[in-house]
T-cell receptor, first 116, second 112 residues
Framework: DTGVSQDPRHKITKRGQNVTFRCDPI?????LYWYRQTLGQGPEFLTY????????KSRLLSDRFSAERPKGSFSTLEIQRTEQGDSAMYLC??????????????FGPGTRLTVT | DAKTTQPNSMESNEEEPVHLPCNHS???????IHWYRQLPSQGPEYVIH???SNVNNRMASLAIAEDRKSSTLILHRATLRDAAVYYC?????????????FGGGTRLMVKP
């Protein structure tokens, strides 16, 4: 399968602990996005990378959140000192960086985080 | 990106056509209309997009009103596998590579 993969698929952690999620995009895709989705809501944008450069960050991305894409391939999203409000599905998506109107994003299956 | 309005939920019978409406009265001239859907326990997937003309692909058809203030996603024969949340999203072509702004979407239920 050459789609977007995310690891782990599920994570249960205690409040105050740090967690890190990994996303492997489709190999030829330059752009990588992180979204967060809470129950019953649509996904909300967190941040996006063009190769290794982090080009945009949402106001939702507090200073407890950090994302990296060190070599322009896989990306990690770390949440420090987790809070119960961080419980959500964290989705990763990638897209090619080509001129045109489509800019279709391909999503991974997500990592479901539960903070107890 | 401009805001869209969709019904919270719709029901359909299997093998019948489904018309999913979307209102976007504040759409600008450079906004493309994109549709994504999210099957249960999966990430969203692209369905179709258009600017002014109606569009067809293997998954669905997109009908766009002449004034572009509304659009309709058409599934020609709904199957049980089409049960999902469908999101209508406007994307400014000048920022087309950037994030998607999802609303609440329409939850489509398909009855056998």
């Amino acid at each position: 399968d050459t789609g977007v993969s995310q690891d782990p698929r599920h994570k249960i952690t205690k409040r105050g602990q740090n967690v890190t999620f990994r996303c492997d995009p489709i190999s030829e895709h330059n752009r990588l996005y992180w979204y967060r989705q809470t129950l019953g809501q649509g996904p909300e944008f967190l941040t996006y990378f063009q190769n290794e450069a982090q080009l945009e960050k949402s106001r939702l991305l507090s200073d407890r959140f950090s994302a990296e894409r060190p070599k322009g391939s896989f990306s990690t999203l770390e949440i420090q000192r987790t809070e119960q409000g961080d419980s959500a599905m964290y989705l990763c998506a990638s897209s090619p960086s080509v001129r045109g109107t489509r800019y279709e994003q391909y999503f991974g299956p997500g990592t479901r985080l539960t903070v107890t | 990106d401009a805001k869209t309005t969709q019904p919270n939920s719709m029901e359909s019978n299997e093998e019948e056509p489904v018309h999913l409406p979307c209102n976007h009265s504040t759409i600008s001239g450079t906004d493309y209309i994109h549709w994504y859907r999210q099957l249960p326990s999966q990430g969203p997937e692209y369905v179709i997009h258009g600017l002014t003309s109606n569009v067809n692909n293997r998954m669905a058809s997109l009908a766009i009103a002449e004034d572009r203030k509304s659009s309709t996603l058409i599934l020609h024969r709904a199957t049980l596998r089409d049960a999902a949340v469908y999101y209508c999203i406007l994307r400014d072509v000048q920022n087309a590579g950037n994030m998607l702004t999802f609303g609440g979407g329409t939850r489509l239920m398909v009855k056998p």
